[in-house]
């Protein structure tokens, strides 16, 4: 069955792909700084390789956050155009970071390449500003936790609302249900997002929350 909300997602993105970072850079600017602020609060494991998976990665934007501190970057997007984009900017920045497209959240995970090990066993998973376009959140954190090892930590940033977003009761559910929910933490950062330029820019109020995996 096609996942109508997923297309919708997908030729948005694609439309907007080469001007995003442009459009949106005073909030890459801030996630950015508020994402570096927090490495410690992460948890990112004390080791010589550190294995990250970016899920709806967009152009890059929690990967270049975190490159400093991960050896190993991949990302998955539903959109080839953003998926270009993220590739340009690894290779001009020489960033250790690859993205793919696919989709990990619909009824059957395509392309069947991220049914290889490859794929699976990471650090850290995480997504950025997409669970709020997911049509089933839940399915989407619990597949994201299937990519974690054992003591692994998902990593999730979104919108706090209650018709657009999440509230801390309803994304801690999101990680227990997944069973990610160990040391979960939810912090609403103070600044809030800007999205888009001039007239028709907004504020957004965004949350970043983690909890880890500890069973298999």
Known sequence: MVDTNAELNREFHDA???????????GIELLTEEIRSRVDWIGLPPSDKIR??????????????????VTETVGIDISPNMVEEYNKRAETDKIPMRAHAGNLVSDEEEPVVFSSPDFFAFD???I??????????????????????CGGKLLIIDNVSDDNGFSHESAEKLF?????ATD????VIDR???????????????????GTKTEL
């Open 16 to 26: 907007h792909a080469q001007g995003y970072n442009n459009q949106h850079a005073s």
């Open 52 to 69: 990250m998976l970016d899920y709806a990665c967009g152009t890059g934007l929690i990967s270049v956050a975190l490159a400093p501190y």
């Open 124 to 126: 850290l998973v995480t």
């Open 128 to 149: 950025g500003l997409g669970f709020h376009h997911f049509s089933d959140p839940t399915l989407a954190a619990q597949r994201m936790a299937a990519r974690l090892r």
């Open 176 to 180: 227990r249900d997944a069973g990610v």
């Open 184 to 187: 979960f933490e939810f912090s």
């Open 192 to 210: 809030e997002l800007r999205i888009g330029r001039g007239p028709a820019a907004w504020k957004q109020k965004v949350f970043i929350a983690r």
